[in-house]
Nanobody, 124 residues
Framework: VQLQASGGGLVQAGGSLRLSCAAS??????YGWFRQAPGKEREFVAA????????VYTDSVKGRFTISRNNARNTVSLQMNSLKPEDTAVYHC????????????????????WGQGTQVTVSS
């Protein structure tokens, strides 16, 4: 079972990046994106639930980031627009075969599989 994240890079403030996460080995119901900035703890960014496709975002990215999934390709993406220097972090995708309740989507301990992370750097 593997989650492979890609799409990170260096971008100027106001720019856009699209992260992708490809899952292999099994099918997952719920996907999440988390990020960890230097010297900070890992934090929740966005999640999408299987079945109804409900999405949840942390407040700081609402209106700028969009999480989506392609079930046929077993992938999840994070479109990031209007990027800010404070978005700089290593972004990790995570997944679980469980269909989480909405209040649990932001909890790290609910995800059983994690990708290796991809670096996003936003310059001012």
């Amino acid at each position: 079972v593997q989650l492979q994240a890609s799409g990170g890079g260096l971008v100027q403030a106001g720019g856009s990046l699209r992260l992708s996460c490809a899952a292999s080995g099994r099918t997952f119901s719920t996907y999440g994106w988390f990020r960890q900035a230097p010297g900070k703890e890992r934090e929740f960014v966005a999640a999408i639930r299987g079945g109804d496709g409900k999405t949840v975002y942390t407040d700081s990215v609402k209106g700028r980031f969009t999480i989506s999934r392609n079930n046929a390709r077993n992938t999840v993406s994070l479109q990031m627009n209007s990027l800010k220097p404070e978005d700089t972090a290593v972004y990790h995708c995570a997944a679980t075969s469980r269909t989480l309740i909405l209040s649990s989507l932001a909890r790290e301990d609910q995800y059983h599989y994690w990708g290796q992370g991809t670096q996003v750097t936003v310059s001012s």
